[in-house]
């Protein structure tokens, strides 16, 4: 059982919006604004999307936003695309003892 | 353009120890921004932090497998290693080196992932 709850899966048709939560505790997620939120492809090594709740890195569409609030975070795409069709998983920090820990995975399906 | 890349054995032994390194090419290991992770996924499952180090060599390690991991640096190489003893098939997965801004939750630069087997 992964530390931090992602829905399983999650859908929606291009140009609309999904968002993925993330729920924590408030010794990770709730006490930090570490954040970081990755998107994986079949066979693929993780690409970051979001980090430290709602920073987008370089180079990322800002279809692609972060935000938290209290013990859960998440993941938002706008104007849905079929390349968006992946894997998201999210990360946390979570204290000096446990450092980082991610959630389960969500497969978002573009419909 | 910064690349890392993961190397080592493919299939290990249950008992024996998992042995992966990390050659960083396009910048360098040291200095004072960023901390190396390593990080696996077991096939069809998500995604686990392992543990990370500094280019000084000060290490950080999850908790369920501090008691069986090492990770070390070799500055001079510009590679750093994963360590892992007494494996079992539950340790079988892609091992993933990457990149973590210090002070930061951003993980940037990831290797391509090795996966490792533990069969007899």
């Known amino acids: 059982q992964s530390a931090l709850t992602q829905p399983r899966s999650v859908s929606g048709s291009p140009g609309q919006s999904v968002t993925i939560s993330c729920t924590g505790t408030s010794s990770d997620v709730g006490a930090y604004n570490y954040v970081s939120w990755y998107q994986q492809y079949p066979g693929k090594a993780p690409k970051v999307m979001v980090y430290?709740?709602?920073k987008r890195p370089s180079g990322v569409p800002d279809r692609f936003s972060g935000s938290k609030s209290g013990n859960t975070a998440s993941l938002t795409i706008s104007g849905l695309q079929a390349e968006d069709e992946a894997d998201y998983y999210c990360c946390s920090f979570a204290g000096s003892y446990t450092l980082w820990v991610f959630g389960g995975g969500t497969k978002l399906t573009v419909l | 353009q910064l690349q890392l890349q993961e190397s080592g054995p493919g299939l290990v032994k249950p008992s024996e120890t998992l042995s992966l390194t990390c050659t960083v090419s396009?910048?360098?290991?040291?200095?004072?921004?960023?901390?190396w992770d390593w990080i696996r996924q077991p096939p069809g499952k998500g995604l686990e932090w392992i543990g990370h180090?500094?280019?000084?060599?000060?290490?950080f390690y999850t908790p369920s497998l501090k008691s069986r991991v090492s990770i070390s640096v070799d500055t001079s190489k510009n590679q750093f290693s994963l360590k892992l003893n007494s494996v079992t098939a539950a340790d079988t997965a892609v091992y993933y080196c990457?990149?973590?801004?210090?002070?930061?939750?951003?993980?940037?630069?990831w290797g391509q992932g090795a996966l490792v087997t533990v069969s007899s």
């Open positions: 430290d709740v709602s």
């Open positions: 180090i500094y280019y000084s060599g000060t290490t």
């Open positions: 990457a990149r973590h801004l210090d002070k930061s939750s951003l993980i940037d630069y």
């Open positions: 396009g910048g360098s290991i040291s200095g004072s921004t960023y901390f």
